[in-house]
């Protein structure tokens, strides 16, 4: 269960559809000088309608399906469209993952999510414990999120030389996952795997 974070997207993808984002982890973007209001000397005001709270954002914020799949064959391993409890955060969640997952010399990971309100810089930090001793964590970035959009954010996640065995990660493993817009969370949970 040791592996490196490549971020990225590995097929080419259409649009679902309007509103809908792909995302590219190594994605570049040119930013030229943008002018403000405030910058031409004018004032910017925003109404009471235009204040979004972070729990606003929070409440807007859904995990609508994840994936895992065997990177070189496409195969799926591992997937679920039961996601609000990922969002709830408090309580340890059981997730059950096939060993054959051990096996792969890379893993794709597909989060399906949906926003109501725009997220400046999303960002997720994954934490991997065994035993209750830290053994890795990881950041991916996706940046800027289009308000009233639904986004496809893939990695794809390589294995090292040396994997534990199953017998050993199963039940032992808890995976704390925290999703981040900037510095501010979003929403977090904590599952411990079983590897079937």
């Not at 969002?87 to 109501?116: D, M, N, T, W, Y």
């Not at 964590?137 to 534990?164: K, M």
Request: charged share 25%; aromatic share 12%.
């Amino acid at each position: 269960f040791f592996f490196q974070a490549e971020d990225g997207i590995r097929d080419f993808c259409l649009s679902r559809g309007l509103g809908d984002v792909y995302k590219r982890q190594y994605q570049r973007r040119v930013h030229g000088d943008k002018f403000s209001k405030n910058r031409l000397g004018m004032a910017e005001t925003k109404s009471p309608v235009d204040v979004v709270t972070l729990e606003d954002k929070r409440r807007g914020f859904t995990i609508d399906s994840m994936k895992m799949t065997n990177f070189e064959t496409g195969e799926v391993l591992w997937e679920t469209n039961e996601c609000q409890k990922f969002l709830e955060g408090g309580q340890e969640i059981r997730a059950e993952i096939p060993k054959k997952l051990l096996e792969c010399k890379a893993v794709g990971r597909e989060i399906v999510f949906s926003s109501v309100h725009s997220i400046k810089k999303l960002s997720l930090v994954q934490q991997v414990y065994l035993q209750g001793a830290e053994l890795e964590a990881f950041r991916f970035r996706f940046g800027f999120v289009i308000p009233n959009s639904t986004n496809n954010w893939q990695q794809v996640i390589t294995a090292e030389d040396v994997v534990l065995p199953a017998e050993i990660l199963s039940g032992n493993t808890v995976v704390e996952t925290t999703f981040y817009d900037d510095e501010n969370v979003l929403c977090s949970s904590t599952v411990r795997i079983f590897y079937v």
